[in-house]
């Protein structure tokens, strides 16, 4: 449905997620007919350019990032029309007052993306604040990185919260926006046909992959501060894990799921220095080929050479009676073979096999279990892989197959990028796609800990080859289980 009329003002509306992500996102949702006319939409950065000049250069975004159909592209002229651009300084008050005249008021939502570093969210917040610009109806939208830790996110979640209510706040996790993981919560909860299974009893283990084959680029000045147990674990890969691990929530209600998603986190076994080189792998990849191309190492990318981490793998524990036993196995790592990210849920054997002479003679009839393999990308899909017949007049011979719904070919359609949901959902004032802030404490709360022991230990991260799965270490650390990656057949 149509909103009603609504500014957002983007701070960093030069950046690269304004120009690769949101402004596409927004877009896409004017074009859909969901953002009217007499929408604002205003980037702020400091250099000196007219509306017509931001306009052009997020023209030129649009077709590279945007996917435009040829209905879309009519869309283009009338949503650049709704962009204004403003040159504010966060360092003074200069600009300000001639902002503040043209945009407060409390007539409608008016929207705060903060698309800057981390050290300025407070500084933008106390001068919207002293400059009368927060209302009621005013929302501020954070990226990650919150903080570096648990000390650091907690110093900004202050600072905002001196001047936004926390129901004004929205933690970004773009994760939460996608189809995919939307769906999780589909099939778990609006299925019979797993609720009974999910658990430890008949669940053996978890699996949640998220592979880039991208490097880190230009972004390396930032990401060498972070790595990817901050970059990707504390956030996104957490969050997966809380959708899969929860208890059934009594209502879609923000904080009905905000509070189930906040008892996994602080049921997850803590990982320290005792148990740290037993329950994680972090690697670094250097030189190598992905899809064919040779790429250089991330030592080579950043200049210089770091202890960072570009590739994390974990066996994660949740201690409760629904997961005891049951381990979660996590990886995530820039420059991989491929991009692909994942959900597997691997059920237990079953208890008897009347099919042991058949093996014997046709080895591929070994029984293998189930497994429920939610694809996040590419190709967004749902399998469930089954033990069947081969058809046929021949003896019985058993195969493992997957039943197969790829979004794409069940809905059609163009995919929403996460961006849109997630945008519109801060607009209309849904939290529930949102992180609270006591779930980001206890996310770092795990995390914190195993930075602590890799700090303490003497190794490095494991080299891993671009275009590789990672360091071998990885690869044993399930083994050692008696397990082994899932890999898509
Ligand atoms: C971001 C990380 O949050 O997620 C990036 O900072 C990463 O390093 C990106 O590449 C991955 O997002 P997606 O949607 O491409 O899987």
């Known amino acids: 449905a149509p909103l009603a009329p609504f500014d957002l003002v983007i701070f960093g509306g030069t950046g690269d997620l304004a120009l690769r992500k949101l402004l596409p996102a927004l877009f896409h949702r004017y074009a859909d007919g969901q953002i009217v006319a007499g929408t604002r939409i205003v980037a702020i950065a400091r250099d000196t350019q007219s509306d017509e000049d931001y306009r052009g250069r ?188 929860m208890e059934p929530p009594s209502s879609l209600a923000a904080d009905a799921i905000r509070d189930e998603k906040l008892k996994v986190l602080r049921a997850l076994r803590p990982i320290v220095n005792g148990n740290a080189a037993q329950s994680t792998v972090r690697g670094q990849y250097k030189a190598g080929a992905v899809d064919g191309t040779a790429v250089p190492g991330y030592a080579q990318e950043l200049g210089a050479q770091s202890l960072t981490e570009t590739f994390v793998a974990i066996k994660a524990e949740v201690k409760n009676w629904r997961w005891a036993g049951v381990p979660f196995y996590l990886r995530t790592g820039k420059r991989l073979g491929e991009r692909v990210s994942e959900i597997v849920v691997t059920f237990r054997q079953v208890p008897h096999s009347i099919f042991e002479d058949l093996t014997d003679q046709d080895p591929s009839s070994r029984l293998q279990p189930n497994k429920l393999v939610l694809r996040l990308q590419p190709d967004e899909g749902v399998k469930l892989w089954l033990m069947n017949k081969v058809p046929g007049p021949g003896g019985l011979r058993l195969r493992h197959v997957p039943l197969d719904m790829s979004f794409a070919a069940a809905f059609g359609g163009r995919q929403a990028d996460a961006y849109e949901r997630l945008l519109m959902d801060v607009v209309r004032g849904n939290p529930m796609l949102f992180m609270r802030r006591d779930e980001v404490d206890a996310a770092w709360k795990w995390i914190d800990p195993i930075r602590a022991a890799w700090a303490a230990g003497a190794e490095a991260p494991r080299p891993y080859t671009a275009g590789s799965w990672g360091p071998s270490a990885a690869v044993a650390l399930i083994e050692r289980d008696g397990r082994t990656w899932h890999e898509d057949a």
């Not at 879309?72 to 040159?87: T, W």
């Not at 773009?174 to 797993?194: D, P």
């Not at 009893?201 to 060498?224: L, N």
């Open 58 to 245: 997020v023209r030129d975004a649009l077709a590279k990032f945007a996917n435009l159909d040829a209905r879309e592209s009519q869309s283009v002229e009338g949503f650049l029309s709704l962009l204004l651009y403003r040159r504010l300084d966060l360092s003074s008050d200069s600009g300000w007052p001639e902002f503040s005249a043209e945009f407060a008021g409390d007539e409608r939502v008016r929207v705060f993306y903060l698309a800057v570093g981390p050290d300025l969210f407070g500084v933008v917040a106390d001068r919207l604040q002293s400059h009368g610009l927060v209302s009621p109806k005013t929302r501020v939208v954070v990226e990650k990185p919150l903080g570096k830790d648990g000390v650091s996110a907690d110093a900004i979640n202050d600072a905002l919260a001196r001047v936004f209510a926390e129901t004004q706040i929205f933690r970004i996790d773009h994760y939460l926006g996608k189809e995919t993981v939307q769906n999780l919560t589909a099939l778990r909860f609006g299925n019979a046909l797993f609720e009974p299974l999910w658990k430890a009893e008949h669940i053996d283990h978890v699996q949640i992959t998220v592979a880039e084959t991208v490097g880190v680029e230009s972004r390396a000045p930032y990401y060498d501060k972070s790595g990817a147990l901050r970059d990707m674990v504390q956030n996104h890969l957490l969050q997966l894990l809380c959708l899969v691990a």
